[in-house]
Structure formats: structure tokens, C-alpha cells
């Protein structure tokens, strides 16, 4: 083989896998259970130069195929692991793997991936903690042992490394951002959390066993911003409210932990120091890579991070991102229908009936609903500004009481839109649920799980009422979306007469168990046994109804 990666499942390892099979090299993936291949055919890598085999380097390893290259990407990166547990794979596995790699007569390179915060002295496993120690521990026992052994070596050293499947870390900080959970930061404004994205990382990695042995590289963008910036232009992007206190690390080691929510281990990552980059500059710089700047990579894998509900779900739709603090997914430019949705959902309601239209779509969450930050303008100007890339006259699909928004941009843009979809449009049903009406709807609704959710709207339990579940959670959502109801119900009469005025085709979607209570003057299908929600239950039946006379009319 060109290569053998060990830990080819991990995050760095399964992109390392894909970079080297992109550039044409033959590839052994040694894991402990493959869940590398699915991943490498989701993300549309050819892997007819692939070998997937099984080790477990906790023990030696035996009966692989020689390579030219060995990379050892394997770690276990978790915190609150005992000693033992965490030195099982970072040192004992790491040299492991090295004594085998010292085995093949065609060896090239060994090449191991440290970690960033390595400072060559002597591990402490009490202030350190087991993962951060062991690492160091690690870097210190392979550059020994390949001395005695004679390995060509190569360490590589990345800070945090940021991109889609990367859940942990840095990555619980910005989960307890966006869940308002993040009151103050911990350090002060000298904080340095220097990040690297996978996708540089993995492309640095392939190149190195090409340059001279025995150097040690500490790959991280040196440009990244101090934490107090890092955390605002997150939390800018996202449209949420960045902590501007901060806390002494000293005095969140001495609190309970139920009270920061940090653990311990995190903290010796909160410093200000600086780390030697020259040469992984200088070889970078060599071979033509150039990172990204810091703040974009932040933002997208931010996006990334929302999307897959910080690796709860997985994305159903993509493009996917914040544009003006608006969640949107799918096709900006040339969608053949844009969906909105109804409350308390959000836009993952649309998937069962997404995946059956034709044709590419545009479904955002509503402004302070759902992933959306709330808008400074009303929701005319808001969906009118989300229309305005649109290059296409799309159907306008609506849901509940977005059909009252849905109503008014195409009484007012006629020429935008081909058609008009109304689904369970509340002003032309029975009124809503007393909820509205008790001062306690917020609360209530913000405590529901998704089960309880489900329930209440007469759903089953899936992962779109899981999605919105986890959003009411989120600080103001709950509030907006009861605020909201409340708005729509008063506004009723006034839909009702736009209604008769708009001048696009109009159809309207229900189901008999919740049909319309005054005359539509529209032509109606009612889905037999379908609820509130039929895209949901009964989403076929809704796409054959889209499919059969909706189709974007180009512009």
C-alpha cells in the first residue's frame, strides 16, 4: 500500500482516508469497526483504492499489509477518562504502532499526530488530567523509542480542529452558546484557542512524508481571534448574545462544577500561550497550502454544528448556514418551491415531503423561530429579502400560520411566484388551543420533550418534532412562538380578506381530521386521516398533489 492510517475512523483519520484516495494512492484503513466506509460514500469519495482492515492498537499489531507510509491518527480524545483507559491508546497504542512500523523494509515515513498543548517535559497526570497528559506523554515516549529504532519520523502537532463532524472540545463551548448556557467566559481577554480546519489539516498531512524526517510541526492558524472575539463572531453569526464577562480560570477551578458546567480537564486548554508555527508555515508555504481565513471557518463550522444539532441529527439539506442570522437550507438561487413552515416547527419539518418533490427547494426557519434569529424589520420585508436571490418563479408552499406571510408577498410580488400552496391555514380553521390564552404557555412549552411534544400536536415521534423540541429550548423561542399564535389569531379577518384579492393560483391542502370552517373560495384536497400537519403524516399524498401541476417556471 501507498499508505496505512491508523485510526482511520476518527475524525482526522476518515479525512486524512478520503485525501489520500483523492490523490490517487492506495489506501489501508486499519479500524476497530468500520464506520469509515459509509462515511467516505456519503461524502462521494471513490474508494476503489481502499483496504479496510482490522486493529485494535492497544495490542500489537499483527497481519496488515506493509506500506510505505504509516500515519498514526488514532487518539482517544475524551475528557474524564481514567489514567489507564487514556494511556491505552495515546502511548501504549502509539508505540504499538511504531515498533510495527519499524517492521516494513519500504518504510518511508511514520508520521504521528500529536496534539498542540505537548511542552516536552514530563507529563502531570494530576493537573493535566489523563487525556492532555497522556498525549504529552505520548509525544515524548515515539520521539524516543524511533531514536533507538531508527524510524523517519515526523510529528505533527494541530491545535483545536474544527470542521463538520467535530462535536467535542471547542465545540461544547459553542453548543452551551447556542443553548444560553454560556453566561460568562472563562480566562481573560488574552485567551488563545487556536483552531485548524480538517480539511487543511488533512491535505498538510498528506504532504508531509515527502519532506525531510525528524522535524516537528505545530499546524494552527496563528491569525485565529483571542477567545472574546472568537466567541462574538460566532455568536454573531448565529444571532445569539455573546457573554461579555469573563471569569478567572482560578476561581472556576475552585466552584462546583454543577455551577460552571466546565470540566476540569478543560481548563489547562484556557491560556494565552503561544505555540512555534514557523515551520509548519515555511512547509505549507512550500507546497501551496493556504488556510482559511479564521473568522470564515468559524462561521461555517458553525453552520455545520447547528445542522447536525451538534451531532445529535444529521442534516438532511444541503447548502444549509445563517444568511443574516436567518437558518436557511437548499437552494438559494433557482429553487423550484419555497416552503415555510408552521409553529412550533421549524424548517426540519419539510423533510419526509422534501425528499419526494421535484425539483431543488428553499425551506429557512421563520425569523426568531426555530434556528432563525429574530429579524429588525416585518415579516414582509423579511421574506422579501429572502426572495430576492431567488432567479425562478417557485410555488410558495406555506404551513399554518405562515400561510398569512405566504398570503401577503404574493398579493404584493404576483409576478415572483407561479403559485400559492396554503397547508392547514389557521385562519380558515377552528381557532387554536387554549394554550395561547394561560400565562403559563411559555414555560410549559419551552419544558416539553419531544415526546410530550409529539402529543400535544398529534404527531409521531421523529426527529422533526425532536428539532423543534430542542429550539423551544432555546432562550426566547418558546416566548416568540406563543407570541406569535397569539398575533396570527387576532389577525385572522384580515387573512381571510387577502385571500379574495391575491391574484396567483391558490390551492389549498388539509386534512379531514382538521378541515377549514369557512369557504376557501379556492379549490381544496383533503388528505383522508391526516391532521394538522399532512406533510408530516402523510407526506406522498402532498407531493403527488405538488408534483402534479407545480414545477418552477424559470425567470
Excluded at 322 to 337: I, S
Excluded at 518 to 528: F, L, R, S, Y
Amino acid at each position: 500500500m501507498d499508505a496505512i492510517v491508523f485510526g482511520a475512523a476518527g475524525f482526522i483519520g476518515r479525512s486524512l482516508v478520503a485525501e489520500l484516495l483523492g490523490r490517487g494512492q492506495r489506501v489501508a484503513a486499519a479500524v476497530r469497526n468500520d464506520t469509515l466506509t459509509p462515511w467516505l460514500t456519503s461524502q462521494g469519495v471513490d474508494t476503489s483504492g481502499l483496504s479496510v482492515v482490522t486493529a485494535d492498537i492497544t495490542r500489537p499489531p499483527a497481519g496488515l499489509p506493509p506500506a510505505r507510509d504509516v500515519y498514526n491518527t488514532a487518539a482517544r480524545f475524551a475528557f474524564g477518562l481514567g489514567v489507564e483507559e487514556a494511556r491505552a491508546v495515546n502511548v501504549t497504542g502509539a508505540l504499538n504502532v511504531l515498533e510495527w512500523a519499524a517492521t516494513l523494509p519500504g518504510l518511508r515515513r511514520f508520521v504521528h499526530v500529536s496534539g498542540y498543548r505537548v511542552s516536552g517535559a514530563q507529563p502531570d497526570y494530576a493537573r493535566l488530567g489523563p487525556y492532555e497528559a497522556s498525549k504529552a506523554e505520548a509525544d515524548l515516549a515515539v520521539r524516543a523509542r524511533a531514536r533507538e529504532l531508527e524510524v523517519p519520523l515526523t510529528i505533527v502537532n494541530p491545535s483545536s480542529v474544527i470542521g463538520p463532524g467535530q462535536y467535542i472540545g471547542l465545540a461544547s463551548l459553542v453548543g452551551d452558546l447556542w443553548n444560553g448556557r454560556l453566561p460568562a467566559l472563562p480566562g481573560g481577554p488574552g485567551v488563545f484557542l487556536p483552531i485548524v480546519t480538517i480539511d487543511y489539516f488533512a491535505r498538510f498531512l498528506a504532504e508531509v512524508p515527502a519532506s525531510p524526517a525528524g522535524e516537528a510541526h505545530w499546524v494552527l492558524d496563528d491569525t485565529t481571534p483571542l477567545l472574546p472575539e472568537l466567541v462574538g463572531t460566532i455568536a454573531g453569526h448565529m444571532g445569539v448574545r455573546a457573554p461579555r464577562r469573563t471569569v478567572p480560570v482560578g476561581l472556576v477551578r475552585r466552584l462546583p462544577r454543577r455551577i460552571t458546567g466546565a470540566d476540569p480537564e478543560t481548563l489547562s486548554f484556557i491560556s494565552a500561550d503561544r505555540y512555534p508555527t514557523a515551520s509548519a508555515r515555511a512547509f505549507a508555504a512550500a507546497v501551496g497550502l493556504e488556510m482559511p481565513p479564521a473568522a470564515d471557518a468559524l462561521r461555517a463550522w458553525a453552520d455545520d454544528l447547528v445542522a447536525a444539532r451538534f451531532g445529535a441529527a444529521v442534516p438532511w439539506l444541503r447548502p444549509y448556514g445563517f444568511r443574516d442570522r436567518t437558518w436557511v437550507m437548499g437552494e438559494r438561487h433557482r429553487p423550484a418551491h419555497v416552503l415555510l413552515h408552521g409553529l412550533p416547527m421549524n424548517a426540519d419539518l419539510w423533510a419526509p415531503l422534501a425528499a419526494r418533490l421535484p425539483g431543488p427547494i428553499l425551506a429557512p426557519d421563520l425569523p426568531g423561530l426555530g434556528r432563525s434569529a429574530p429579524a429588525d424589520r416585518p415579516m414582509e420585508a423579511w421574506l422579501a429579502d429572502l426572495m430576492g436571490p431567488v432567479r425562478t418563479r417557485p410555488v410558495l408552499v406555506a404551513h399554518s400560520l405562515a400561510c398569512d406571510p405566504a398570503l401577503r408577498f404574493a398579493a404584493e410580488h404576483p409576478g415572483r411566484v407561479s403559485g400559492l400552496v396554503l397547508i392547514s391555514p389557521a385562519f380558515l380553521q377552528a381557532p387554536g388551543a387554549r394554550l395561547t390564552r394561560s400565562a403559563l404557555a411559555v414555560p410549559l412549552l419551552r419544558r416539553m420533550s419531544a415526546a410530550r411534544l409529539a402529543r400535544t400536536l398529534g404527531l409521531p415521534e421523529g426527529p422533526e418534532v425532536a428539532s423543534a423540541a430542542a429550539d423551544l429550548r432555546r432562550p426566547g423561542v418558546a416566548r416568540r412562538v406563543i407570541a406569535a399564535m397569539r398575533t396570527a389569531s387576532a389577525a385572522r379577518e384580515a387573512s381571510r380578506s387577502l385571500l379574495e384579492r391575491v391574484k396567483v393560483p391558490v390551492e389549498i391542502i388539509v386534512g379531514s381530521a382538521d378541515p377549514l370552517v369557512v369557504d376557501a373560495g379556492h379549490p381544496v384536497t383533503e388528505i383522508a386521516g391526516a391532521g394538522h400537519y399532512p406533510q408530516l403524516t402523510h407526506p406522498v399524498q402532498v407531493a403527488r398533489h405538488l408534483g402534479a401541476g407545480s414545477g418552477a417556471v424559470r425567470g
